[in-house]
């Protein structure tokens, strides 16, 4: 579906057939960074994942990805409006976001429903679509993916890979068991997201619930393909909670948080990045997370004035949610009081 942070098409029609898609496609094939793919080029920058590298192109439909809505039950602090119901509602109370919309994206199914049922019958049975992606806000709290399921479904499109990015926190919706819908399916992959451990997570993703993620980690364990960990200010100091998924034969992916910039762990004092680099010294993956992106800084895009700038808005920003959330930024992290004279 047209993506909510670079609008391609108000349709799936228009999406399709725009002069956007075309534009970007011919900067893929001539290798030029193209604004719409600035995220792939940055992780790469940073030899972190990549879904230009990642994901191989060719003739034929061979994958989809749909973001449903913004609808969420979380207000991840790295987060914003476009990607998060909960987060729209909150900044109409305080506006921090002043140029995103607080509503609810339009949603995928509603908006796009017979174009994509189409396709996706059209590709499915054709044998070439082997892999849809579902993502949100939290796909798993929609009527449109429920929708999207049945249809499927009762149509008998069920030879195909189900692939998500969820924050784990609900398997039943409406009263429906996810788990038996998805065992129909020829595979499903769960990429849980989870960034950090402990109350620094709980703190840094408001509405997640360490318990609640162990309670159905386990209940959908079998359909779990990875475990999908932001890195950035808050989930630096407990990386090494996430690698204890691995010995549950569970695929760990680091993904670099390059915005907001005051969320970015780059812009961390050299003192603390000394800390991580330690907390870091027994886990391989852990060392190239912090070799390859929170010590890898672009001084020409951070010069010391930039960094003190961000530093400050680190705070302030945090300060500012604290307020509205009943929650203590120097509680949970008080290595960063320091950065108030900073």
């Known amino acids: 579906m047209p993506s909510n942070r670079f609008p391609m098409g108000d349709s799936l029609q228009e999406y399709i057939k725009g002069e956007p898609l075309k534009e970007l496609k011919k900067s893929l094939d001539?290798?030029?960074?193209?604004?719409?793919?600035?995220?792939?080029?940055?992780?790469?920058?940073n030899k972190m994942k990549s879904h230009r590298i990642s994901e191989s192109r060719g003739s034929g439909l061979k994958s989809i990805h749909i973001r449903l809505s913004n609808v969420c039950n979380f207000k991840c602090r790295m987060c914003n409006p476009s990607f998060s119901s909960t987060w729209a509602q909150e900044n109409k109370k305080h506006n921090y976001f002043t140029k995103m919309d607080n509503e609810i994206t339009k949603d995928a199914i509603e908006a796009n429903g017979d174009v994509l049922f189409k396709i996706l019958s059209s590709a499915i049975r054709s044998g070439s679509l082997k892999y849809l992606s579902i993502s949100g806000g939290e796909p798993l709290i929609t009527d449109s993916h429920l929708k999207l399921l049945n249809f499927l479904i009762e149509n008998d499109l069920t030879d195909i890979t189900l692939g998500y990015s969820t924050n784990l926190s609900n398997l039943n919706y409406k009263n429906v068991d996810l788990l038996p819908l998805w065992e129909k399916f020829t595979h499903v992959n769960l990429e849980a997201s989870v960034d950090g451990w402990g109350p620094h997570v709980e703190y840094s993703r408001d509405g997640f619930s360490c318990k609640t993620f162990l309670t159905n980690f386990k209940k959908s364990f079998k359909f779990i393909d990875a475990i999908n960990c932001?890195?950035?200010?808050?989930?630096?100091w407990t990386l090494p909670y996430i690698e204890r998924f691995r010995k549950y034969g569970i695929n760990i992916e680091y993904s670099p948080c390059f915005g907001p910039k005051h969320c970015n762990p780059q812009i961390l004092l050299k003192e603390d990045k000394d800390v991580l680099f330690d907390l870091y010294k027994d886990y391989p993956e852990l060392l190239k997370v912090f070799k390859n992106f929170i010590d890898n800084i672009d001084s020409s895009v951070y010069t010391y004035d930039k960094l003190e700038k961000t530093r400050t808005d680190m705070i302030n920003y945090n300060l500012l949610l604290d307020s509205y959330r009943n929650t203590s930024f120097f509680d949970v992290f008080p290595m960063y009081k320091k950065y108030l004279r900073s």
């Not at 001539?30 to 080029?41: A, K, L, T």
């Open 30 to 45: 001539s290798g030029i960074q193209h604004p719409n793919c600035e995220w792939c080029w940055l992780n790469e920058q």
């Open 230 to 236: 932001v890195v950035n200010i808050y989930s630096v």
